[in-house]
């Protein structure tokens, strides 16, 4: 069973920066797809951001620009710097680690954008 563990989140202002980082017991992360999603309170979980095994991102285009995935091999982690945040990115977020038939998920952590 491969654990995610989620930190970085919190309380920020709009316009302000947040990195979020996702540390998997996985010893084998490199071979994993990684991803970050995010659900607010009566909405259904979306995409954030995806990375492939072989470093490949995607974004939706609500967070193109502003959110950059990425990847650290060597620390089995996987990291979502957010910048320019709007109180619409107000949500749980989640890391979720992916290598078929497999898919784990993180407790997630918060988000709140508010000034």
């Known amino acids: 069973q491969v654990q995610l563990v989620e930190s970085g989140g919190g309380l920020v202002q709009p316009g302000g920066s947040l990195r979020l980082s996702c540390v998997t017991s996985?010893?084998?992360?490199?071979?994993?797809?990684m991803g970050w999603y995010r659900q607010s309170p009566g909405k259904e979980r979306e995409l954030v951001a995806t990375?492939?095994?072989?470093?490949?991102?995607n974004y939706p285009d609500s967070v193109k620009g502003r959110f950059t995935i990425s990847r650290d091999n060597a620390k089995n982690t996987v990291y979502l710097q957010m910048n320019n945040l709007k109180p619409e990115d107000t949500a749980r977020y989640y890391c979720?680690?992916?290598?078929?038939?497999?898919?784990?998920w993180g407790q997630g952590t918060q988000v709140t954008v508010s000034s």
């Open positions: 996985n010893s084998d992360f490199s071979a994993y797809a």
């Open positions: 979720n680690a992916r290598r078929y038939p497999n898919i784990y």
């Open positions: 990375i492939t095994s072989l470093g490949i991102a």
